[in-house]
């Protein structure tokens, strides 16, 4: 089976701009879920999509937002961006969730914000 | 809320040495998922073990070992003759409460092997 496919690997962006970053999960698997990886802050949970709802939610502001197509691809969106969301952003997929199963990662997108 | 403590930041040892990472976690809940992941230069999480929390066997795969203890909320990994490949950094994780807090990562450990 195919991994976890993330695009774009990277972006470059400038303050204020938005960004979309897409995942396509492990064909079978309906939960996909996001993760921000920073130096200062490590790994964490940003939201998690299950049959195009989202299921759990981390502590981050509205600027982060995310969707789930009937496919079970998702997509994470970031407005009004800021120095600080430079981060490698990681998609996980599993069968049916965070609560239960393993997650499996993609290679993430690394996103720079200038 | 869930806590994984990783407290050793960075580890170098000569290869074929064995070496030990650890990990403690927090958690109110009687059901819970530990996990460790590899997580190379390259930057993709790879996933190497799962475990519940009602199953404290131990685990071995090859070089790799794993000692879940809960009487102390410790999930040990061990690395048997290390080798140059096992350098990467390592992350403990915990999922727990229904996922709701997504899966939640220690810091992680840089495992540098040394030719």
């Known amino acids: 089976k195919a991994g976890v496919t993330q695009t774009p690997r990277y972006l470059i962006k400038t303050r204020g701009q938005q960004v979309t970053l897409s995942c396509s999960p492990i064909?079978?698997?309906?939960?996909v879920s996001w993760y921000q990886q920073t130096p200062g802050q490590g790994l964490q949970f940003l939201f998690e999509?299950?049959?195009?709802?989202?299921?759990n939610k981390g502590n981050f502001p509205g600027r982060f937002s995310g969707r789930q197509f009937s496919n079970s691809r998702s997509e994470m969106n970031v407005s009004t961006l800021e120095l600080g969301d430079s981060a490698l952003y990681l998609c996980?997929?599993?069968?049916?969730?965070?609560?239960?199963?393993?997650?499996?990662f993609g290679p993430g997108t690394r996103l720079t914000v200038l | 809320a869930q806590k994984v403590t990783q407290a050793q930041t960075e580890i170098s040892v000569v290869e074929k040495e064995d070496v030990t990472l650890d990990c403690v976690y927090e958690?109110?809940?009687?059901?819970?998922?530990l996990f460790w992941y590899k997580q190379p230069p390259s930057g993709e999480l790879v996933f190497l073990i799962r475990?519940?929390?009602?199953?404290?066997q131990n685990e071995i795969s090859g070089r790799y070992s794993w000692n879940f203890q809960k009487s102390t909320s410790s999930f040990n990994f061990t690395i048997t003759a290390s080798q140059v490949v096992d350098s990467a950094v390592y992350f403990c994780?915990?999922?727990?409460?229904?996922?709701?807090?997504?899966?939640?990562f220690g810091k992680g450990t840089h495992l540098i092997i040394q030719p």
């Open positions: 996980a997929s599993s069968l049916r969730g965070v609560a239960t199963d393993t997650q499996y």
């Open positions: 064909s079978g698997h309906r939960s």
């Open positions: 999509y299950f049959s195009e709802t989202q299921r």
């Open positions: 958690t109110r809940d009687t059901t819970y998922y």
């Open positions: 475990r519940n929390s009602f199953d404290e």
């Open positions: 994780a915990l999922s727990s409460g229904g996922g709701a807090d997504g899966l939640t």
